[in-house]
């Protein structure tokens, strides 16, 4: 059974084990500057390699970069490893939190249930950090859209001119109908586009790579009405979303690693987590040497 590990401070540490919850918090805020821009730069490369008509691509550009303007992420985040140095001293309050080992399988339960299918609008997420897999990611999306620019479906009809309708009953029907199915098929490209919004906050930058991160990922119009919590964190207001860990077939946590800056006892942690139904739980100390 795969593992994933959140680092955390005590304090959030002990709210996720009362409340049985976690917290898909803004990635606007979060210390990485380029959360949801990186698609953007991936579409450039492909275009300018491809050569694809300026004009053409450029309301596709527009619309790509706008993206992390209109939608805000929302992410609980996790590495693949449960004890790195890195980790302990950006997310663990220094070393002194702990590392939470979450089951991958029970992720997978809670987002799609018994009938397989994910309603909750969740997506669980391995991030990409090599330009070459992001590129591989957005392929379906670039082989539909070349195809349209090649044969100069996506090209906007010229304005119809009253030199250009002389003895053309009929130039303005078509001019309207050129025009509606021009934006017809930009409309549709939007819409391949805006299908790929999970994939908008999962490519991460290459220096991060040593996290080997995952994420459960949400999102909302940011001016929209879609409800969401707020917290304090840094003397900033916080967007999130709460993601209660119900009882499922299988545990949510299996492991707990105390950081190697954190004095409490081991029997300490057991106790909390069996006083509130987590059974069987691995407690460990941090293998890090470091003070």
């Known amino acids: 059974m795969k593992t994933l590990y959140h680092y955390c401070s005590p304090s959030a540490f002990i709210s996720m084990i009362t409340e049985r919850?976690?917290?898909?918090?803004?990635?606007?805020?979060?210390?990485?500057?380029?959360?949801?821009?990186?698609?953007?730069?991936?579409?450039?490369?492909?275009?300018?390699?491809?050569?694809?008509?300026?004009?053409?691509?450029?309301?596709?550009?527009?619309?790509?970069?706008?993206?992390?303007?209109?939608?805000?992420?929302?992410?609980f985040c996790l590495s693949e490893n449960g004890d790195l140095l890195s980790q302990w001293r950006g997310y663990a309050?220094?070393?002194?939190?702990?590392?939470?080992?979450?089951?991958?399988?029970?992720?997978?339960?809670?987002?799609?249930?018994?009938?397989?299918?994910?309603?909750?609008?969740?997506?669980?997420?391995?991030?990409?950090?090599?330009?070459?897999?992001?590129?591989?990611?957005?392929?379906?999306?670039?082989?539909?859209?070349?195809e349209e620019v090649v044969a100069g479906k996506l090209k906007r009809p010229k304005p119809l001119t009253a030199l250009g309708s002389i003895g053309n009953p009929n130039a303005e029907l078509e001019y309207?109908?050129?025009?509606?199915?021009?934006?017809?098929?930009?409309?549709?490209?939007?819409?391949?586009?805006?299908m790929s919004l999970e994939d908008l906050y999962s490519f991460k930058n290459p220096a991060f790579s040593e996290e080997n991160e995952w994420r459960l990922i949400s999102h909302f119009t940011k001016d929209s009405k879609e409800q969401c919590q707020f917290r304090v964190s840094e003397n900033r207001i916080v967007p999130y979303r709460e993601i209660k860990l119900h009882k499922l077939g299988i545990p949510p946590i299996s492991e707990v690693i105390i950081g190697p800056k954190n004095s409490t006892p081991e029997y300490v942690v057991k106790r909390l987590l069996s006083q509130h139904g987590l059974e069987n739980v691995g407690v460990r100390r941090s293998d890090a040497s470091y003070r």
């Open 93 to 146: 309050l220094n070393g002194e939190g702990f590392s939470i080992g979450f089951s991958l399988e029970y992720f997978h339960q809670l987002l799609f249930g018994e009938s397989g299918e994910n309603k909750s609008k969740i997506y669980l997420k391995k991030a990409i950090y090599e330009p070459s897999e992001q590129e591989k990611a957005l392929l379906p999306i670039i082989i539909k859209l070349k």
């Open 21 to 75: 919850s976690i917290w898909l918090s803004a990635l606007s805020l979060s210390n990485d500057y380029m959360e949801g821009k990186i698609m953007s730069r991936r579409f450039d490369a492909i275009f300018e390699r491809e050569s694809l008509d300026k004009a053409s691509v450029a309301p596709i550009r527009s619309a790509i970069e706008s993206l992390p303007e209109l939608f805000e992420g929302l992410a």
């Open 176 to 194: 309207s109908n050129k025009l509606q199915e021009y934006k017809s098929r930009l409309l549709e490209q939007y819409h391949n586009i805006a």
